[in-house]
């Protein structure tokens, strides 16, 4: 695992959208997957930009859901995959058959995460995998207490992501099962990048990274990745001791 930190979050959003960049110029037909949420707003900014400054080739990249809550719809405020498509998809005209995501609303959710699995497993696995980090300290939706071995499920919503998740809608909604790829896709990733920002989630990274090794703080097994790379700005990194 590496650590890098960086002054500001824009500065942060700007690294990690070149990062994803670069894999795409040198690779074309990468698979990226990237978390929705708060976090990576600024990297789909940056990557837009960059794409379009420079004539970036996107249409043969595919891009793999990391998660979506269980019953939404793809235009649904605050889902997973509207929010990709909002600030990503649409603005680099990526087309539909470029897009594998969970549908929120499949009918059978073993069979849909069998299903995903089937497609990922298709693509080759993924290359450049961008998580978040709930302030519970999962991924995805891989929940406190989520064994690692395991692939696309659905999870129990635990307490913190509810209430948490609320920010995504303007409505209290109820939130309480998710589609997650599971911690062997992050393991396999060609590379695993955690990104977070500001003081709120400085505890957080700081039990990631100088606590226990344990699926009960999902995280921390960014210690664990040798393909893991943890993307902080200077907030977020401003809990961690001087020997991290
Ligand atoms: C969203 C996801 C979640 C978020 C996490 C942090 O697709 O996978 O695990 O990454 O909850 O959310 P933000 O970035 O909104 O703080």
Wanted: proline residues 4%; contains cysteine; negative net charge.
């Amino acid at each position: 695992m590496q650590i890098k930190t960086y002054e500001s979050y824009d500065h942060l959003s700007n690294e990690a959208a070149r990062m994803a960049a670069d894999l795409v110029l040198q690779r074309p037909d990468a698979v990226l997957c990237l978390a929705s949420g708060h976090t990576p707003l600024g990297v789909f900014r940056h990557f837009v930009r960059i794409a379009l400054e420079t004539g970036l080739d996107c249409s043969r990249c595919r891009f793999v859901g990391l998660d979506e809550w269980v019953g939404f719809s793809p235009e649904q405020e605050g889902g997973c995959l509207k929010i990709l498509t909002e600030y990503l998809f649409n603005p680099l005209k990526i087309n539909q058959h470029q897009i594998y995501f969970f549908q929120g609303q499949a009918a059978d959710p073993q069979a849909e995460c069998r299903r995903v699995n089937e497609n990922v497993a298709g693509l080759g696995g993924i290359d450049f995998m961008l998580v978040g980090v709930g302030m519970n300290g999962h991924i995805g939706f891989n929940e406190p207490g989520t064994p690692w071995n395991l692939h696309a499920h659905v999870a129990e919503l635990d307490e913190t992501t509810r209430s948490v998740g609320q920010k995504y809608f303007s409505q209290e909604t109820v939130i309480s099962q998710g589609y997650t790829l599971g911690m062997e896709h992050l393991k396999a990733a060609g590379q695993a990048v955690l990104m977070a920002s500001g003081s709120g989630k400085a505890p957080v990274i700081r039990q990631a990274l100088e606590g226990d090794v344990t699926a009960a703080f999902p995280a921390s097994i960014f210690q664990t990745l040798s393909n893991g790379v943890v993307m902080l700005d200077v907030d977020a990194a401003s809990g961690l001791t001087k020997t991290t």
